[in-house]
T-cell receptor
Framework: GAVVSQHPSWVICKSGTSVKIECRSL??????MFWYRQFPKQSLMLMAT?????????EQGVEKDKFLINHASLTLSTLTVTSAHPEDSSFYIC???????????FGNGTRLTVT | EDQVTQSPEALRLQEGESSSLNCSYT??????LFWYRQDPGKGPEFLFT???AGEEKEKERLKATLTKKESFLHITAPKPEDSATYLC????????????FGGGTRVLVKP
């Protein structure tokens, strides 16, 4: 089955620093990848849609200058949280799909803690 | 705007006690309805995709059904390892490949 790898699985950083999270599709080409954020006991909230070779599309209320997304190849998308603050602490999850209508497969998430 | 509502929010079951989870949705043209299982600290794990009303899919103790307004996830004779959060999501052409998620149902199966 389709496998999506996300790295790191957890990271602790100091306030003001930047953190990069990688999302890779291991056995298929992902023209589109999605980045979600999840707070404890809540569902997934879509942050942005990442299309290979073009700019990401951000959901309303998501700061594009704070959450930088790069989708440089069909198998890799990155999310960089810039100038992180404690309120950015959350569980970030990526997903990928090869074609419309096919199920999205998710990475195992990254737990970000900003101190 | 696409909307997905799951009920109940939480469900406590005794091992072997069958039950159903509900996912109600409103969407402009359903491309697919997806069920996922999520364990704590992990990403969602794909379970089923349903495309049209009347469709049913089964996997072990789980069975998903779909009508024009809602989907049910039936858990038959659950075991403690079925404890997880079950997420329902819809995909619509107007929204591209984006999934709109419901709030999830946290299921706890006690031995």
């Amino acid at each position: 089955g389709a496998v999506v790898s996300q790295h790191p699985s957890w990271v602790i950083c100091k306030s003001g620093t930047s953190v990069k999270i990688e999302c890779r599709s291991l056995d298929f080409q992902a023209t589109t990848m999605f980045w979600y954020r999840q707070f404890p006991k809540q569902s997934l909230m879509l942050m942005a849609t990442s299309n290979e070779g073009s700019k990401a599309t951000y959901e309303q209320g998501v700061e594009k200058d704070k959450f930088l997304i790069n989708h440089a190849s069909l198998t890799l998308s990155t999310l960089t949280v810039t100038s992180a603050h404690p309120e950015d602490s959350s569980f970030y999850i990526c997903s990928a799909s090869g074609q419309g209508g096919s199920p999205l497969h998710f990475g195992n998430g990254t737990r970000l803690t900003v101190t | 705007e696409d909307q997905v509502t799951q009920s109940p929010e939480a469900l406590r079951l005794q091992e072997g006690e069958s039950s159903s989870l509900n996912c109600s949705y409103t969407v402009s043209g359903l491309r697919g309805l997806f069920w996922y299982r999520q364990d704590p600290g992990k990403g969602p794990e794909f379970l089923f995709t349903l495309y049209s009303a009347g469709e049913e899919k089964e996997k072990e103790r789980l069975k998903a059904t779909l009508t024009k307004k809602e989907s049910f996830l039936h858990i038959t004779a659950p075991k403690p390892e079925d404890s997880a959060t079950y997420l329902c999501a819809v995909q619509a052409p107007a929204a591209g490949n984006k999934l709109t998620f419901g709030g999830g149902t946290r299921v706890l199966v006690k031995p």
